[in-house]
């Protein structure tokens, strides 16, 4: 294993030497200034060829190594480390791609779009959702994402389960093993599903979606229109971050999950599945896809950030902790005048922005402190707005904080102080 390693560190110090030459072979400047800083030693009868020299070096090294090496990679691969030691090198030259140092080709690209295929694409798999009678209700796509002894978690949507009694997961030679619903989280659209099995299964890793940017590029994994195409990849990029959207059919966005946009196919079959960045992240699982004669390539993804929180709550309690649900049904003022209009409200002379509290939810966040009829103007540090504005800014709150809420009743201005964000449940 020691020489494996020197082995590593001398194809690393190479690309150090020549500028990622051997792994991005078109494209880039090559310099070996810093060799040449120092010059060759001379006498008076003979001179040193330091390039012939490092050749000769590097050559008889490969050769005295390269079968020993070749022998310990298939055994790091029984052995599930080679993985491991493959990503962390992709990891570190994106950094260095990030950093402006190494110029990308074409063919270094595909070299990891094909190891995300060999390897964490492995960790996408089917789901089979089943009713009372054993028949399939809806199939759909899931991420082994932890393995604990024997036992592997498995994410998805929670539309892709919903209603079902009994569960499988699918593997793409065709077998199937039982599955057991943890929980859901309905709002952000999550569950959780955990299977057992002494075989060993790839797990994904979440990467950090907080760092992804516009245009990076992403590829999707998962089953569109089901197992028939199981394991499809598709490549696109990042199109728009922090997308809002009302899932929940309430007429108003949802203020939690700021959607990743991106252009990788999906289609029905793909709910659930992975969105990889180059490195073999798991940075999202597809969710949402737009759909329409006008509309073409805008497909949305949770960002890993918010899976990640979600289904450790999950794993723990049953359900989500992080979401928390205010409980209120209500209408912008800013936007819908026609609604008051209509319903001979009259607003206090001057106002043009906050929610107008239609109802109040039971069992909810604001039951006890909230009526039919308040205006709400604050909520915890946000100003009321506008809708699509508040959404993004209450985002940051988490169940169990402290809040406090300024409305207008009755024409009186008041402050309602701590009140406990609660989850949805």
Known sequence: MKKFFIFISILLLNVLLVGCSSLFPSGVNTTREFLTRTPAITTTNFSIDEEKVISDLYKKIYDSLYDEVKQQVIDDIA???????????????LEEIDAGNINVSAASVIDMILAI?????????????????????????????????????????????EDGTSFTVAFEDGKEIVA???????????????????????????????KIKKGELVIAVGHPSGFDYFGSMTMGIISGLNRYFDIDNDDVKDMFVGYIQHDAAINSGNSGGAL?????????????????????????????????AIVNDI??????????????????????????ITNNIILPEGLTEGFYIIEVEVGKTMEDYL???????????VVIGSTTQFVEEFSVYRVGDLIDVVVIRNGETIEIKDIELKAAK
């Open 117 to 161: 295929e060999a390897n964490q694409a492995n960790s996408v798999l089917g789901v089979r959702n089943l009713n009372q009678n054993n028949v399939v209700q809806a199939v759909g796509s899931g991420v082994i994402y932890k393995k604990d002894g024997n036992r592997y978690y498995v994410l998805t949507n929670n539309h892709v389960v």
């Open 315 to 340: 794993e723990l309690y049953g359900y989500s902790i992080q979401k928390p649900v205010l409980g209120i049904r209500f209408v912008d003022i800013k936007s819908n005048e026609a609604y008051f």
């Open 180 to 210: 057991t619903l943890r929980g859901v989280d309905e709002l952000v659209d999550l569950a959780v599903l955990y299977f057992e099995s002494s075989d060993s299964f790839p797990v994904a890793k979440f990467g950090d979606s907080s």
């Open 79 to 93: 052995e599930e480390r080679f993985e491991q030691l493959y990503s962390s090198v992709i990891v570190t030259l």
């Open 276 to 308: 990889f960045n180059l490195a073999g992240e798991l940075i999202g699982v597809n969710v949402i896809k737009l759909t329409s004669v006008d509309i073409e390539g805008m497909g949305f993804a949770i960002p890993s950030n918010l899976v990640s």
């Open 371 to 381: 009526l039919p009829g308040d205006i709400v103007i604050q909520i915890g540090s």
